[in-house]
């Protein structure tokens, strides 16, 4: 499931032609949509996902994740390297003359049951760039994407060899589910079938104890089908319904999922990787009748992507000043060494003493602000024998535009403190000054 949630959130694609009998009373585009996806759909089917790589912005996705985060000041090279590879692997996809992908999971008879991703082929596609960009994309090496009909699929497993004999099953609900979720870029219709539910509550008849106990048919048939609809930036949002069997029915499952996101928001954020945990917490399921209703807007997103980031933020903050702390002292310690090779003289400048300095590269990259350069402000001591105060002499101090939090310093004796208060620093810059002046 990992793997397939993985290529939910990297790759993308889009329908064919041919709308079937059964998909006639759907809207035409849902109809279309599910048309594509028919020939790998069958009666164990339970998950179909659709991603429209023709109206995904990427350039907005991050923009929106800097500014939900309040992170616009700090780099975020790790949202902006994957974002520039999504982008890339979107124009390589689309240039092949695909649009959009689909993830079909079914209820097997192997641990996990079936997930493939099919990439319809519309006409005048390049179906050998389409494989390469999926095989690009595929969390596994060893798993590569073939044509097959009017298709490239990306299977997991043995999935390729089971769908080299597969027969497709009408499944008209496919079609509904994608009009529930509208226009939506990202949509997935959940479809389980009568013989998937009674297999389900032959297998295991009762819920398990962590989840309440009780029938397991408050899920099997509270879940009759559902779609999920996702939208992207600039205006996020995302609108889960769930189709019950009846008013009845709706209620038992909504009591089912406030019972699980309960249990979620009561875990501690490493067993539930802060994300259940933190999404659980303004979804309330809302039953319309024999339906079940869950969503979030943008203002609910930002909020839990703040709530998100704030702790990963704060820790590629730490690790940031603990690396540039390193930087520092390496830096004092070549110029000490520069004045004890030059007569007690302090190099003019940072590069100057790391010319004949024994360090890494990067040293004079603060990595708080690895854009910046300079990344670090040298104020240049007396020489030795007129040094005094070594320990309180400010000799180098990260470069900054506002006051923070604080920052980084480093004296000439070689130790370095972090200077919360700017007072206390203009005092340490102001006695700098006062000392090098009397050089």
Same mark, same amino acid.
Request: glycine content about 8%.
């Given at each position: 499931?990992?793997?397939?949630?993985?290529?939910?959130?990297?790759?993308?694609?889009?329908?064919?032609?041919?709308?079937?009998?059964?998909?006639?009373d759907?809207?035409?585009?849902?109809?279309?949509?599910?048309?594509? %996806? *028919?020939?790998?759909?069958?009666?164990?089917?339970?998950?179909?996902?659709?991603?429209?790589?023709?109206?995904?912005?990427?350039?907005? %996705?991050?923009?929106?994740?800097?500014?939900a985060?309040?992170?616009?000041?700090v780099?975020?090279?790790? #949202?902006?390297?994957?974002i520039?590879?999504?982008?890339?692997?979107q124009?390589?996809?689309?240039?092949?003359?695909?649009?959009?992908i689909?993830?079909?999971? +079914?209820?097997? =008879?192997?641990?996990?049951?079936?997930?493939?991703?099919?990439?319809? #082929?519309? @006409?005048?596609?390049?179906?050998?760039?389409?494989?390469?960009?999926?095989?690009?994309? +595929?969390?596994?090496?060893?798993?590569?994407?073939?044509?097959?009909?009017?298709?490239?699929?990306?299977?997991?497993?043995?999935?390729?060899?089971?769908?080299?004999?597969?027969?497709?099953?009408?499944?008209?609900?496919?079609?509904?589910?994608?009009?529930?979720?509208?226009?939506?870029?990202?949509?997935? *219709?959940?479809?389980?079938? !009568?013989? %998937?539910?009674?297999?389900? !509550?032959?297998?295991?008849?009762?819920?398990?104890? =962590?989840?309440?106990?009780?029938?397991?048919?408050?899920?099997t048939?509270?879940?009759?089908?559902?779609?999920?609809?996702?939208?992207?930036?600039?205006?996020?949002?995302?609108?889960?319904?769930?189709?019950?069997? =009846?008013?009845?029915?709706? @209620?038992?499952?909504?009591?089912?999922?406030?019972?699980?996101?309960?249990?979620a928001?009561?875990?501690?954020?490493?067993?539930?990787?802060?994300?259940?945990?933190? #999404?659980?917490?303004?979804?309330?399921?809302?039953v !319309?009748? =024999?339906?079940?209703?869950?969503? #979030?807007?943008?203002?609910a997103?930002?909020?839990?992507?703040?709530?998100l980031?704030?702790?990963?933020l704060?820790?590629?903050?730490?690790?940031?000043?603990?690396?540039?702390?390193?930087?520092?002292?390496?830096?004092?310690?070549?110029?000490?060494?520069?004045?004890?090779?030059?007569?007690?003289?302090?190099? /003019?400048?940072?590069?100057?003493?790391?010319?004949?300095a024994?360090?890494?590269?990067?040293?004079?990259?603060?990595?708080?602000?690895?854009?910046?350069?300079?990344?670090?402000? $040298?104020?240049?001591?007396?020489?030795?024998?007129?040094?005094? @105060?070594?320990?309180?002499?400010?000799?180098? $101090?990260?470069?900054?535009?506002?006051? /923070?939090?604080?920052?980084?310093?480093?004296?000439?004796?070689?130790?370095? !403190?972090?200077?919360?208060?700017?007072?206390?620093?203009?005092?340490?810059?102001?006695?700098?000054?006062?000392?090098?002046?009397?050089?």
């Open positions: 499931m990992r793997k397939i949630l993985f290529l939910l959130a990297t790759t993308l694609l889009v329908p064919v032609t041919d709308a079937s009998a059964a998909e006639a759907a809207p035409d585009s849902a109809g279309v949509a599910a048309a594509a %996806v *028919a020939p790998f759909v069958d009666g164990q089917t339970i998950l179909v996902a659709r991603l429209d790589a023709t109206a995904v912005d990427f350039g907005a %996705v991050e923009a929106w994740v800097k500014q985060a309040g992170a616009e000041s780099r975020l090279d790790a #949202l902006h390297a994957g520039g590879r999504l982008t890339t692997a124009a390589d996809f689309q240039k092949a003359g695909g649009r959009a689909y993830v079909v999971v +079914s209820f097997g =008879d192997t641990p996990g049951g079936l997930a493939f991703v099919v990439a319809p #082929l519309e @006409n005048g596609a390049d179906a050998k760039a389409i494989e390469k960009v999926l095989n690009t994309w +595929s969390p596994d090496p060893a798993t590569h994407a073939a044509t097959i009909g009017k298709s490239v699929v990306l299977p997991f497993g043995d999935a390729l060899a089971r769908l080299e004999h597969f027969k497709p099953t009408p499944r008209p609900e496919l079609a509904k589910a994608f009009a529930e979720a509208g226009d939506a870029p990202l949509m997935a *219709a959940i479809i389980p079938s !009568e013989q %998937v539910r009674r297999v389900v !509550e032959a297998i295991s008849p009762r819920l398990p104890p =962590d989840t309440g106990g009780g029938p397991v048919t408050v899920l048939r509270g879940l009759m089908t559902g779609s999920i609809a996702v939208r992207l930036p600039p205006q996020p949002g995302v609108r889960v319904v769930i189709d019950s069997q =009846d008013a009845d029915a709706a @209620n038992a499952f909504a009591g089912l999922i406030r019972l699980g996101f309960l249990a928001r009561n875990q501690p954020p490493r067993e539930t990787g802060n994300l259940f945990g933190l #999404l659980a917490r303004p979804l309330s399921p809302k !319309e009748g =024999d339906r079940v209703v869950l969503a #979030l807007d943008d203002k997103l930002a909020a839990q992507v703040r709530q980031h704030g702790p990963a704060q820790a590629t903050r730490i690790s940031a000043r603990v690396r540039s702390t390193n930087n520092i002292r390496q830096l004092l310690l070549a110029c000490i060494i520069y004045a004890n090779d030059h007569k007690g003289e302090f190099p /003019d400048t940072l590069e100057t003493a790391m010319q004949g024994e360090s890494p590269p990067g040293v004079l990259v603060n990595p708080v602000e690895p854009s910046r350069r300079p990344g670090y402000v $040298y104020v240049k001591p007396p020489s030795l024998k007129d040094l005094n @105060n070594a320990s309180g002499r400010l000799v180098v $101090y990260e470069a900054f535009d506002k006051w /923070d939090a604080g920052i980084n310093v480093g004296f000439a004796d070689g130790h370095t !403190e972090f200077v919360q208060e700017e007072a206390v620093f203009v005092k340490l810059l102001n006695d700098a000054g006062a000392a090098h002046d009397k050089k």
